[in-house]
């Protein structure tokens, strides 16, 4: 059979294109923000301040609301989401709704996050502008008991009874999304919590992956162990598999934690091995494209050229929809824009009631 090439061009200058849809009002408050991020105290501090502030009362909340959350958050809920979702999809630019509760320690607090991740299944079954749900495996479930069951750490019969409820909700979930019909990403976290979600994540996929992709599990290449263990998934497993490869969020604490413990730093040495693995993986899942699909989250320039050209190499169209791109809501305007013609370019809208806020600080 013959290989069908074609030819991908893409051009990440074109700022007209990129930023058509934004007034001059919302271009002047992005140019604000943008330059806020570049002195290191408003970073450092920004976000403790912000807490600090909502937690005693201080009338900060509109002011936030009116700058970084409305330029990298959807809403507060489902419905606050809606205007903005549609917005999107005039251009062509598909939406994730992600409701990012996590950290939290109560069982009724695990349930209602549950329901809410549920809802945003059903909300993408009925509005194809929202192609994906995804959620955190923290959002229903304690990190400290994560944190045991990724250790091997011997478990009594209260918290034998809890990784059930925690495994109920995510089977809840990952079902949801099969009897619909959408496709559920489920994050990557810190390493110490990752085994016991990657297994989740495999048993949920080996269950509902069977007839198509509805599962995909995050793999951050900053981590130098996890293209190995992307090759290991291929190796290993002959149901289809899902990824979304993302370069990863976690990297202070992460090498924090390694340096107060003693123990190796799960981290790459440097920006260019990351760039390295990360490019190596997504040739990986294009080259194995017949059994998997792929979500590239990156808002790196030479990552998405050099995807797009090796799907010309693959004859992979750029509207196959095993392939899809992705960046957060705000961030790299040039990149999700300039493939607007076509359908698999993703933008993630924060939609936690609790978090938000505090998130996109």
Known sequence: MERVSMKISLDFNNTERAFGHLSDKELNRAILLFRAFGYPFLVKYGAPFATFSLKIGLPVKGLLKRTVFNHFCGGESIPDCKERVAFLNKYHVKTILDYSVEGEEKEDVFDATC????????????NPAIPFAVFKVTGVGRFALLQKVSEGVTLNPQEEAEVERVKNRVEAICKKGHELNVQVMIDAEETWIQPA?????????????????????TVQLYRHDRLSFLKEC??????????????????????????EKSYPSPIQPDKATSDRDYDEAV??????????????????????????ERMSELGITPSDSR????????????????????PFIKLKVKTSKKTALLEAI
């Open 197 to 217: 979600i990657d297994a989740l994540v495999l048993e949920m996929s080996e269950k509902y992956n069977q007839e198509k992709v509805l599962i995909f599990n």
């Open 115 to 126: 329901a809410e991740i549920i809802k945003t299944i059903e909300e993408a079954a009925v």
């Open 234 to 259: 291929f190796e290993k497993y002959r149901f289809p598999l899902g990824f979304k490869l993302v370069r990863g969020a976690y990297m202070e604490k992460e090498r924090v934690r390694a340096a």
């Open 323 to 342: 392939v899809y791109f992705s960046q957060l809501l705000g961030m790299s305007d040039n990149i999700g824009n300039r493939c607007t013609t076509t």
């Open 283 to 308: 040739a990986l899942c294009l080259q194995n494209i017949s059994r998997c699909e792929v979500v590239i989250g990156t808002h790196n320039e030479q990552s998405c050229r050099k995807a797009a």
